[in-house]
């Protein structure tokens, strides 16, 4: 995993190449985790749950669906947003299905990522696609 990290005032970013292994989400999972966690102000909890989740979601949607041996996920936080970037090597867009509730095979990722973020866009390019998530980015204050 190879990750590179930059900072400005008010605007954080980090962007990491991911091997398209099933540990990948995993890895993607921590990664989110930090660099939420270095955050300041901190991000609500809540909110920073639902970063995790996409995050997972879509390297994991990535890692079973995407063509190619690697992936890159991208983590931007803005003053009351996060941004999740995950590219891929496969120009087709995510597939819309029917959630299987009799067999678990899936089909209930993608209106989740929908459901929790601000917006989604996914662009298609030539070496690839690239699906970003924006969520809501709550601070962790407390307030009396």
Known sequence: ????QTRADSDTHEQVTLRKRPEAAADARLMARRFLNRLRPTVAEQDAASVELVVSELVT???RHARGSRCSLGLRAGADSIVIAV???DR???RERSPDMVNGTGGFGWPMVRHL????????GPS??????TLP???GRVSE
């Open 137 to 139: 980015r709550g601070d």
């Open 92 to 94: 087709r867009p995510p």
């Open 61 to 63: 949607n990535t890692v």
């Open 87 to 89: 590219s891929d090597a």
């Open 117 to 124: 973020s601000r917006s989604v866009t996914v662009t298609a």
């Open 128 to 133: 690839g696609k690239t699906i970003r998530a």
């Open 1 to 4: 995993m190879h990750t590179q």
